[in-house]
């Protein structure tokens, strides 16, 4: 086979051992993602391979610094014509990875960093797999969470190799795997360091060792027998966690596993099939869109230079002492600053624990207590890049140790608070230099939270807001710019509906139907158990710091009541619900005969009406931006797009008529329709 040939998106070397290596490298792109053309080049190298009589064997590998293969470049799902375009591709992406798998000469997959989706299938289509043990590496078939599934032959070679349960899990999951974890479940040959990652691939293109085999019990699974036992058991798990009418993709999977099996071109076609009637899904439509729009806040600030290395974090409680071990997890040198070392302790003891789960090594949970530093005297605050104030919410509190951060940080360094609630231009008033002053308002959890609301002042330096996004995205965290302004745009369209929540409790709705209504809606849970979760304390402060600018808004008397019980949620055993070991117990539910719909809409339509608020004031840029921080930041209905493009794709006239009867029927002051109206085209 000529080595000469030139690939647009490819790069072919023959070493002196005779290995050929296929070096994939997309054409002015950072991350290496398969579309129609990479294929089309792709299926040619392999025709020259079936002929390849010079080569002992074949390594494909990414050349690009970041990843193996992130799957198939997502741009492309918009351009498909019609359900049968989309099936003829996937038939003959099939056909291609077909063609693959049946060559004579032993290829290996050298995969370093990610290879998912797409990327995976490719592997899977190899005769050998060889993975980098890193945590940087990750494997998996995540299409489940764009409203499809793998359609090219992915849910047929993973059960094949693994087993169906196995397989099953991962496929209807959309969750990744580290390379340790592909050889112990049989889809990788070995996991190893960077260092032996050539050598190792060398070893299984030459040697050609035997090729990894399902097991007996795996073989067993894929039985037709054993696949209608199973498949029962398996679907009522999913029910638990996708609601089939918003998530189809999963039990499509799973009833062609069932009735078809792992073998013969019939699962290939009714993979194919499947997955090209769900790119015309609605669901699919918005998970695209949430993709996205995910990508548009990894995009910000990307060109920016600031490159920080230490971050002085003030205050460990639970919110400061996980921002501080999450940003040790991330790299960063980490000072931790409290009035006494018994206040740091407990958030050391969390960091350890954070580590100990995220880092497997015990060398690199090591490394990374190792760079999160007690700091009672604050010696770090003269060298940090970035200082976080996460003290409790108190402006004369704040003012004051900002007053004395100003003249003790470098002048380069950024000053930050994570207020939840308290405006930047209130804080900012002492300071000489008040455009240094930013708001980072992380989430709890923290390490789960992937929103972090990064909050500009009127007179914050727009260099300063450029450098906290890209602190931010080098936390692994989605940036959202918004304006300093009461509540922000999370907790200001959050708070009333909660409050919303418990109104709806006061006039006697049982509190399951109301977390079951929202449930169904979509949301990850409801209302009630949401405001338990995060603590009807921190719930009721931040309602009386909202209720200073909007006076309107009605604090329920049962929430006072709870918190001057000190029934303050999961946190204390007993909120709304009752918490034993921090899970609920079951209570008696109580009868309710109205349909569900009813409660979801009301409380909705008051997300809603929050929601066009914020965009009139200009909190977001854009209904794209509100989307966004309300989906990575409480979850909303991921498949419904967000609250302003529901709203569009349900109109926004109906609703809002919908919205004055609710409000007009409880003697409630209602925003006109234009209002509601004043959102971008």
Request: proline content about 5%.
């Amino acid at each position: 086979m000529s080595t000469m040939e030139t690939y647009k998106h490819w790069r072919l070397d023959s070493d002196a051992d005779q290995v050929l290596w296929v070096y994939f490298d997309k054409q002015g792109e950072s991350v290496n993602t398969i579309d129609h053309e990479v294929m089309e080049e792709f299926s040619g190298i392999i025709d020259n391979l079936s002929q390849d009589k010079h080569h002992k064997g074949v390594i494909i590998a990414s050349a690009k610094k970041n990843g193996f293969i992130a799957g198939a470049d997502i741009s492309q799902f918009n351009k498909f014509k019609d359900i049968e375009s989309a099936v003829t591709l996937l038939r003959h992406g099939q056909d291609i990875f077909n063609k693959l798998e049946a060559l004579k000469i032993p290829v290996v997959a050298m995969i370093d960093g990610f290879c998912v989706g797409g990327g995976l299938e490719l592997a899977l289509a190899c005769r050998y797999r060889v993975v980098e043990s890193g945590p940087k590496t990750r494997l998996g078939l995540p299409e489940v969470k764009l409203g499809i599934h793998p359609g090219w032959g992915g849910t047929v070679r993973l059960p094949r190799l693994i087993g169906g349960p196995q397989a099953m899990n991962m496929i209807l999951s959309g969750h990744t795997v580290s390379g340790k974890a592909a050889v112990k479940m049989g889809f990788a040959d070995v996991a190893v360091p960077k260092r032996h990652l050539v050598r190792a691939a060398k070893y299984y293109a030459l040697e050609k060792p035997k090729t990894r085999q399902a097991t007996f019990l795996q073989n067993l699974t894929n039985t037709k027998l054993a696949r209608k036992l199973l498949a029962p058991y398996m679907r009522k798990q999913l029910r638990a966690k996708a609601n089939p009418m918003y998530y189809p993709g999963p039990y499509h999977v799973l009833d062609n596993w069932e009735y078809v099996g792992v073998k013969g071109n019939e699962a290939y076609a009714r993979e194919a099939r499947d997955c090209g009637k769900l790119f015309f899904s609605e669901t699919s439509h918005n998970l695209v869109r949430v993709f996205f729009l995910q990508e548009r806040l990894k995009g910000l600030a990307k060109d920016s230079h600031f490159n920080p290395k230490h971050v002085h974090v003030i205050g460990a409680g639970t919110m400061g002492g996980d921002i501080a071990a999450w940003c040790a997890y991330q790299g960063f040198t980490v000072t931790l600053q409290d009035r006494e070392p018994k206040f740091i302790a407990p958030a050391i003891k969390r960091a350890y624990q954070l580590f100990k789960e995220k880092c497997k090594e015990d060398y690199l949970v090591q490394r990374a207590m190792d760079r999160l530093l007690p700091d009672v005297e604050g010696y770090g605050i003269a060298k940090a890049d970035v200082i976080i104030e996460a003290i409790f919410e108190d402006l004369p509190t704040k003012q004051a140790l900002f007053k004395k951060l100003e003249s003790e940080a470098k002048s380069t360094a950024i000053l930050a608070t994570n207020t939840s609630s308290i405006p930047l231009d209130e804080i900012n008033t002492v300071l000489q230099t008040p455009e240094r002053l930013v708001g980072i308002h992380f989430f709890n959890p923290v390490a789960k939270m992937m929103l972090v609301e990064v909050v500009k002042g009127d007179r914050t330096d727009p260099l300063v807001i450029e450098k906290s996004l890209s602190f931010v995205r080098k936390l692994d965290r989605l940036p959202l710019p918004v304006k300093s302004s009461p509540g922000f745009l999370v907790n200001r369209i959050l708070m009333p509906y909660l409050l919303e929540g418990m109104l709806l409790l006061d006039n006697g709705v049982p509190a399951e139907a109301i977390d079951k209504a929202m449930v169904d809606f979509g949301m990850p849970m409801g209302p009630v158990t949401l405001a338990d979760t995060v603590g009807l304390d921190v719930c009721l402060s931040v309602a009386k710091h909202l209720q200073q600018y909007f006076p309107d808004s009605v604090i329920p008397p049962r929430l006072i009541s709870l918190v001057e019980k000190g029934n303050l949620g999961r946190k204390s055993g007993e909120g709304f619900y009752r918490y034993k070991n921090g899970k609920k117990v079951d209570a008696k539910s109580t009868a309710y005969d109205k349909p569900l719909q009813e409660i979801s809409d009301r409380l909705v339509l008051c997300m809603l009406n929050e929601a066009f608020a914020c965009l009139r004031e200009g909190v977001v840029a854009d209904g794209d931006l509100l989307d966004a921080g309300m989906i990575f930041g409480t979850g909303f209905a991921p498949f419904r797009g967000g609250p302003i493009h529901y709203a569009k794709t349900n109109g926004i006239s109906e609703l809002y008529e919908q919205f004055v009867k609710l409000q007009t029927a409880r003697g409630a002051k209602v925003s006109s329709l234009h209002e509601w109206e004043m959102t971008e085209a």
